[in-house]
């Protein structure tokens, strides 16, 4: 028995008895087991239906990205432009974010393929990281005169030249254990 008895579904449990009366409510959740509660519990009840509701907005959102953009980064009725922020650009980087996201927690988390380094030394330092980059982002080896300023290539080599200068410098204060917090 836990702390509070009777307690079953905390917070969503609680709005859903107080909105819909426990008459209107699952009268038999599969957590009665666990916790021996006598208490109604629909899992899927008023809380956990605005999570459904904003997670299918969301998804509508990236549908209608896709066919606004018709699928493509300089064409359809809406380019996605990272310049202008325009809603297109936002909904479509946020579909890449989720799906990444869900790709390393399956990875890292749940069947711990991977440690998560080198990218765990930056994230254990972070706040230095990113005023060492403000600080220095003018400085070697972090930029240096390139011969050709249009060049993507050379713009690509100095800013992962600069990113694993970064990793290196916070794997080097993570193993003295140093930590720069607020």
């Known amino acids: 028995m836990g702390l509070y008895p009777n ?3 905390g917070a969503a449990g609680f709005i859903d008895r107080w909105l819909l009366g426990e008459n209107h409510i699952y009268k038999t959740p599969s957590s009665r087991v666990i916790y021996a509660s006598h208490v109604p519990f629909d899992p899927e009840g008023v809380l956990g ?11 509508l959102q990236g549908a209608i990205s896709a066919l606004l953009t018709k699928c493509s980064t300089d ?12 809603l297109s650009y936002v909904t479509t980087l946020a579909c890449f974010a989720f799906v ?12 711990r393929w991977w440690s998560g380094a080198p990218f765990y030394y930056p994230g254990m330092n972070s706040i230095l990281v ?5 600080v220095f982002e003018e400085y070697f080896p972090f930029r240096w005169h390139m011969a050709n300023s249009q060049s993507h290539a050379e ?7 600069a990113t694993s200068c970064w990793v290196f410098i916070s794997y080097v204060l993570y193993r003295k254990k140093i930590f720069w917090k607020i």
């Open 7 to 9: 307690c079953t579904g």
């Open 49 to 59: 239906s605005i999570n459904s509701v904003l997670m299918a907005f969301l998804g």
């Open 75 to 86: 064409q359809g009725f809406i380019p996605v432009n990272k310049n202008l922020w325009s």
């Open 100 to 111: 990444l996201l869900v790709l390393l927690y399956y990875t890292v988390d749940v069947k």
């Open 130 to 134: 990113y005023v060492g980059h403000e």
């Open 155 to 161: 713009h690509l080599i100095q800013n992962l030249v």
